[in-house]
């Protein structure tokens, strides 16, 4: 019976060996952090100087990924520029600033008192913008698809200073300098590409966003004006520096009519993989193995027999292997919930 145990012990022993050597050999997830901060740094090194001064403040020390926005907003909105009644209406924003993908669904009470519906979303550079009655009667839906998609994603853009991630410099999305206070971003999704004018403060807060074009639906079609949006009050969430407030509108005749005035009333974030764990996690079952595979004790310690270690005997192997386990289950969120005080709803 004993020769069994002893010889399950050293199996056991063995597949955890081969397990840590894997384990050991992989890359680690602090070098793979480190690495991506660095080539982030660089990136950013290579920016204009109000874009660096903004991103190095709206982001956590080394620009982590958001996975995903929350947001809900309140405000009030105007259907046309020459509309008299504002519409108050609270929606729901959801962001995937990795896949360029977002969902902002509001609800309002129109002029008779019948529920509203606006939707605009964008998945895969594609763009929808809806507006229905009671949810199921469309007033607005069916414009030419490209349009739609140039709007939508223009959208995004000036949306992104909530998801600030999303303004680091990449493949899809390009920075060129204007002067000390402003730059144009220039994105591309889709086959679609919009540009942007921000300009920031001295400070490197976010200010305003300018489009000299941008598609926009105006009594029921499709056209292009200028379009300008300020922010305001900004704060902190868990290092994310985001304005809370934002009015925007159109110019036409050389004025400028603004058409939607929003308040930011909670922010929920995922990161990306959580990579100070993973690295924690990483470095101690690393110790561990490399401890128990040491072949040369210490002078006057006991006798360690394979896959065995010092006080802990055989059942330290599947310790190890559900550590390893675990390593590989660790979550890919890391979230944050932020309220802010009672809505200061836009008059």
């Not at 990136?43 to 991103?55: D, F, G, I, Q, T």
Request: proline fraction near 7%; include cysteine; charged fraction near 20%.
């Amino acid at each position: 019976m004993s020769l069994f145990f002893t010889s399950l012990a050293s199996l056991l022993a063995l597949r955890v060996e081969d397990r840590g050597r894997a384990i050991l050999n992989a890359p680690s997830p602090a070098r793979d952090s480190a690495l991506a901060a660095r080539q982030r740094e660089s990136a950013m090194a290579e920016l204009p100087p109000p874009v660096r001064r903004y991103l190095r403040l709206a982001l956590p020390q080394g620009g982590v990924p958001i996975q995903q926005a929350r947001l809900h907003q309140v405000g009030r909105l105007r259907t046309s520029l020459g509309a008299e009644r504002w519409l108050r209406f609270d929606a729901d924003h959801c962001i995937e600033p990795e896949n360029g993908d977002f969902d902002w669904n509001a609800r309002a009470v129109g002029a008779s008192g019948l529920p509203i519906r606006v939707r605009d979303s964008l998945v895969n550079g594609q763009g929808s913008s809806r507006v229905s009655l009671l949810s199921t009667l469309r007033l607005r839906g069916g414009n030419p698809a490209a349009e739609t998609s140039a709007a939508v994603l223009a959208r995004y853009l000036a949306d992104s200073v909530w998801y600030p991630s999303a303004l680091l410099p990449s493949e899809s999305l390009v920075w060129s300098p204007i002067d000390e206070r402003r730059a144009l971003a220039t994105l591309s999704r889709g086959g679609t590409t919009v540009a942007m004018e921000f300009g920031f403060d001295a400070a490197g807060e976010i200010e305003s966003a300018y489009a000299p074009i941008r598609w926009g639906c105006f009594a029921g079609g499709y056209e292009q004006k200028p379009w300008h949006c300020f922010y305001s009050q900004p704060v902190t969430v868990q290092g994310l520096r985001i304005p809370r407030r934002a009015e925007s509108g159109w110019y036409d005749g050389g004025e400028w009519h603004r058409v939607s005035k929003q308040v930011v009333v909670r922010a929920d974030y995922d990161f990306a993989r959580d990579w100070t764990q993973a690295a924690a996690l990483h470095d101690r079952l690393a110790l561990s193995l490399r401890l128990d595979a040491d072949p040369t004790p210490a002078p006057g310690a006991p006798v360690v027999r394979h896959g065995e270690s010092a006080g802990r005997g055989p059942h330290h192997a599947l310790a190890l292997r559900r550590s390893g386990a675990a390593l590989a289950r660790l979550p890919h969120r890391a979230g944050l919930r932020a309220r802010f005080g009672p809505a200061d709803t836009p008059h």
